[in-house]
């Protein structure tokens, strides 16, 4: 059964978000980004209390194993419908949230059934035995620029024989177009080490134009994280800055041919000690983390304007 003491199957995700949106009928919308490889329906969730709200996507769990950030996702679709905590009303009301816990169905049912550490789509290549590309390699933008992701289909890293070849990536893209202008920011929840990481994604050499307010909306992540008592710590920068390049990544796709002003990549706990096999019990501190992280950061985006 679904809870937050233990991680969620995408069967049991699925019947809890069915249970939501009956539970929640005039604030809550039902979304299809469109349907995997092996034919899973990816879902999402709008929350909406009132018309013309900004916007917020959250997209989760790209990649199959990082089972902390569909956990994280759910908590927060629960938090923005059932908390009575006047800042949490406050930042649920007054934005709009389109939230995508599984986009990578496939990979994530996998990794429940075959192999925990599973990290890709699953559609097969027509070049190699080896299954899947990397989902946050897939976007057309700089694709395959830099060393920022492996033509070697046996790669973690693995492109994907061209842009938008992996069908959930493809429907997202489509997705993220079709709310492009009701949007200014984009959260893309990834694990693990604890980062908040900006555009650009496929090189270092240079600096995004808003990079300075992206640093100061970083920071007020980080902040907000460190008032809660379970002293995490979060870093932050430039994904290709503080991490390594990638290239054709979601945040980089929306920020470069979208236009999605605010777009981040969002590690969370931990740093490696459990790495993705992240136990349960971290799931509600991990959580409550991006809950107050969240808040802080769309704070700082107002004061910016
Ligand atoms: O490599 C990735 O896709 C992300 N790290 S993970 O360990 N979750 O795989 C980081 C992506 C950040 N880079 C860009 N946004 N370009
Ligand atoms: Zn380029
Ligand atoms: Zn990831």
Same mark, same amino acid.
């Given at each position: 059964s679904f809870g937050w003491t233990k991680y969620n199957s995408l069967a049991e995700i699925d019947a809890w978000l069915d249970g939501i949106l009956a539970a929640y009928p005039t604030i809550t919308e039902g979304f299809i980004v469109g349907q995997s490889y092996e034919g899973r329906t990816i879902r999402g969730i709008k929350i909406s209390y009132k018309s013309n709200n900004p916007g917020v996507l959250i997209e989760s769990n790209?990649?199959?194993? *990082?089972w902390i950030t569909s956990a994280t996702a759910t908590w927060l679709i629960n938090e923005f419908l059932t908390s009575t905590d006047e800042l949490v009303r406050d930042l649920a009301e007054n934005h709009d949230w389109y939230i995508?816990?599984?986009?990578n169905v496939d990979g994530f049912v996998y990794t429940h059934? #075959?192999?925990? !550490?599973w990290r890709k789509t699953r559609q097969p290549s027509e070049i190699s035995s080896c299954i899947g590309a990397d989902p946050n390699r897939n +976007?057309?933008?700089?694709? !395959? &620029?830099?060393?920022?992701? /492996?033509?070697?289909?046996?790669? *973690?890293?693995y492109g994907g024989?061209?842009? @938008? /070849?992996e069908p959930e990536i493809q429907a997202m893209s489509e997705f993220v177009i079709s709310i492009k202008d009701k949007i200014n920011v984009l959260l893309a929840f990834h694990s693990y080490s604890q980062l908040l990481l900006s555009p +650009?994604?496929?090189? #270092? &050499?240079e600096f995004p134009p808003n990079f300075d307010d992206m640093m100061e909306v970083a920071k007020a992540y980080g902040d907000a994280v460190e008032s $809660?008592? +379970?002293?995490t710590v979060y870093r932050y920068g430039s994904a290709a800055g503080i991490l390594y390049p990638a290239s054709g990544a979601t945040i980089d796709w929306a920020y470069? &041919?979208?236009?999605? &002003?605010i777009s981040y990549t969002i590690e969370f706990r931990?740093?490696?000690? +459990?790495? @993705?096999? $992240?136990?349960?019990?971290h799931i509600i501190p991990n959580a409550e983390e991006a809950l107050i992280g969240i808040a802080a950061l769309l704070e700082k985006c107002k004061d910016l304007g």
């Open positions: 790209i990649h199959a194993r *990082e995508v816990p599984v986009l059934e #075959k192999d925990r !550490m +976007y057309d933008s700089h694709w !395959m &620029e830099n060393e920022g992701a /492996s033509s070697n289909p046996c790669a *973690e890293d024989p061209k842009p @938008f /070849s +650009y994604g496929h090189t #270092k &050499e $809660l008592p +379970y002293g470069n &041919e979208q236009g999605v &002003e931990d740093t490696g000690r +459990y790495g @993705f096999i $992240l136990p349960p019990v």
